[in-house]
């Protein structure tokens, strides 16, 4: 059974702070991962996505993976009132017919 | 475009009704994708299909769900007979590959709640 990890929090980090999210997989084969965003009340929408080992950064987002570790994690720098929402981390398994495989969500609150 | 399009947004039934939720892709994708999220189980992936075809169901819970992709621009999740359990927000996704390198885009979603 192919697992992905995540804290379900809630995180609570003031505004400006950093947030650091982690997740976990358990296939050793994955190959691509992807950070969702999710509003209360919204659909998912990806803001990162990661395929090699070091850091990526996108503005104040920051997506790191270790694979020799199965460890991905997304960092918000300077971090917003407006970033509190739910984020789902997933991994592709790299296997012929295999879709995404998606962590239960690590819920982020931002306090002004 | 205009995105993946669900309906209904909202769906409140009874017991042992039919349920059917619909779903559009966006224009040109190939996968489509139906999801169930719950507080306790998170998102889960039930069926998904490449060019009209269902590629994986594993995830489809009983005989009670069933899923078709008649065309490329239509799809429809099927509960028959329902049950209070399947109270869920069900999302479609749509992509141009499975996942590798491809975004997923969601739908809005329709919440069903089963009396």
């Known amino acids: 059974q192919k697992e992905v990890e995540q804290n379900s929090g809630p995180l609570s980090v003031p505004e400006g702070a950093i947030a650091s999210l982690n997740c976990t997989y358990s296939?050793?084969?994955?190959?691509?991962f992807f950070w969702y965003r999710q509003y209360s009340g919204k659909s998912p929408e990806l803001i990162m996505s990661i395929y090699s080992n070091g850091d990526k950064e996108d503005g104040r987002f920051t997506a790191q993976l270790n694979k020799a570790s199965q460890y991905v994690s997304l960092l918000i720098r300077d971090s917003q009132p407006s970033d509190s929402a739910t984020y789902l981390c997933?991994?592709?398994?790299?296997?012929?017919?295999?879709?995404?495989?998606f962590g239960k969500g690590t819920t982020l609150s931002v306090s002004s | 475009d205009a995105g993946v399009i669900q309906s209904p947004r909202h769906e409140v039934t009874e017991m042992g009704q039919e349920v059917t939720l619909r779903c559009k892709p966006i224009s040109g994708h190939d996968y489509l994708f139906w999801y169930r999220q719950t507080m306790m189980r998170g998102l889960e992936l039930l069926i998904y299909?490449?060019?009209?075809?269902?590629?994986?169901d594993s995830g489809m819970p009983e005989d009670r769900f069933s899923a078709k992709m008649p065309n490329a621009s239509f799809s429809t999740l099927k509960i028959q007979p329902s049950e209070p359990r399947d109270s869920a927000v069900y999302f479609c996704?749509?992509?141009?590959?499975?996942?590798?390198?491809?975004?997923?885009?969601f739908g809005p979603g329709t919440r069903l709640t089963v009396l």
């Open positions: 996704a749509s992509s141009l590959t499975a996942g590798a390198a491809d975004t997923q885009y």
């Open positions: 299909f490449n060019n009209n075809v269902p590629i994986d």
């Open positions: 296939d050793r084969g994955s190959q691509s």
């Open positions: 997933a991994v592709n398994p790299n296997q012929a017919g295999t879709a995404l495989i």
